[in-house]
T-cell receptor, first 115, second 115 residues
Framework: DAGVIQSPRHEVTEMGQEVTLRCKPI?????LFWYRQTMMRGLELLIY????????DSGMPEDRFSAKMPNASFSTLKIQPSEPRDSAVYFC?????????????FGPGTRLLVL | AQTVTQSQPEMSVQEAETVTLSCTYD???????LFWYKQPPSRQMILVIR??????QNATENRFSVNFQKAAKSFSLKISDSQLGDAAMYFCAPRGGGSNYKLTFGKGTLLTVNP
């Protein structure tokens, strides 16, 4: 299996621009998670989906952030407009709800820098 | 809500020696799961080991083992025969039971392995 795929791996943009991060989960997984990692706040869950439906978006910082999962093999996290404080590493993870043994497998992350 | 405390921001160990990383957590749930992830300089999040709270037996994965003390809400990670490749940031992450799929990450412990 190819694992969780994220693109782009690095993104540099200017404040005010729209940023779209992409994720392809592991085939067959029914849960997808978006995390953000910063030095100040550590790793925090932004939102997660089950069978393409958002289950918990309480971690989404504000309305500038939105996430979609149009199908089982693709999800996006969009920031519009971006701000310097959004600079972070964004991880996507997926898991399979197989009994109680699920484990989240992480993608390589997207390093975002907003100037 | 769950809280996680990793009281050792940094640890170091000599190659081939044993090191233990500590983690305590707080949860109101009786059924939950616990994970250790490592994050090497590449920033990839890699699962090290997992433990189901309902199991009394401590989990082991090759050189990695845990000491799970449910009553004390403690979940330490022991790395035996440390190798240079073990150098990474280690995160403790409990997950709720049932339909609660949220992982809560600690601040992490940076492990250095000295040759």
């Amino acid at each position: 299996d190819a694992g969780v795929i994220q693109s782009p791996r690095h993104e540099v943009t200017e404040m005010g621009q729209e940023v779209t991060l992409r994720c392809k989960p592991i085939s067959g997984h029914d849960y997808l998670f978006w995390y953000r990692q910063t030095m100040m706040r550590g790793l925090e869950l932004l939102i997660y989906f089950n069978n393409n439906v958002p289950i918990d978006d309480s971690g989404m910082p504000e309305d500038r952030f939105s996430a979609k999962m149009p199908n089982a093999s693709f999800s996006t996290l969009k920031i519009q407009p971006s701000e310097p404080r959004d600079s972070a590493v964004y991880f996507c993870a997926s898991s399979l709800s197989q009994g109680l043994q699920e484990t989240q497998y992480f993608g390589p992350g997207t390093r975002l820098l907003v100037l | 809500a769950q809280t996680v405390t990793q009281s050792q921001p940094e640890m170091s160990v000599q190659e081939a020696e044993t090191v233990t990383l500590s983690c305590t957590y707080d949860t109101s749930e009786s059924d939950y799961y616990l994970f250790w992830y490592k994050q090497p300089p590449s920033r990839q999040m890699i699962l090290v080991i997992r433990q189901e709270a309902y199991k009394q037996q401590n989990a082991t994965e090759n050189r990695f083992s845990v000491n799970f003390q449910k009553a004390a809400k403690s979940f330490s990670l022991k790395i035996s025969d440390s190798q240079l490749g073990d150098a990474a940031m280690y995160f403790c992450a409990p997950r709720g039971g049932g339909s609660n799929y949220k992982l809560t990450f600690g601040k992490g412990t940076l492990l250095t392995v000295n040759p």
